[in-house]
């Protein structure tokens, strides 16, 4: 079993940086591949980035590629996300997603919310 836990939302003006932090259980998280999903309200769940176990590899969605990055710390268990230059339609509940053995795991999400 692995838990999760998010943590680094909160209010910011658009253009401006936060950083979230999820925090993982197991002994074994650096063979989890991670990643960060978004929802906001009245719309589906979607992929914001991905790393790989290594940290070598790294996904983003479109519409935050240039502007978040994604990295992780397998000593501290923890992965983060940059965000950087933020707009109102980042304004979403983010969550932390592993992936090991062919098994998904989530957090319960950390509220992000851009005023513009």
């Known amino acids: 079993q692995v838990q999760l836990v998010e943590s680094g939302g909160g209010l910011v003006q658009a253009g401006g940086s936060l950083r979230l932090s999820c925090a993982a259980s197991?002994?074994?998280?650096?063979?989890?591949?991670m990643g960060w999903f978004r929802q906001a309200p009245g719309k589906e769940r979607e992929f914001v980035a991905a790393i790989s176990w290594s940290g070598g590899n790294t996904h983003y969605a479109d519409s935050v590629k240039g502007r978040f990055t994604i990295s992780r710390d397998n000593a501290k268990n923890t992965v983060y996300l940059q965000m950087n230059s933020l707009k109102p339609e980042d304004t979403a509940v983010y969550y932390c997603?592993?992936?090991?053995?062919?098994?998904?795991?989530w957090g319960k999400g950390t509220l992000v919310t851009v005023s513009s």
């Open positions: 997603n592993a992936e090991t053995s062919g098994r998904y795991y």
């Open positions: 197991g002994r074994t998280f650096s063979s989890y591949a």
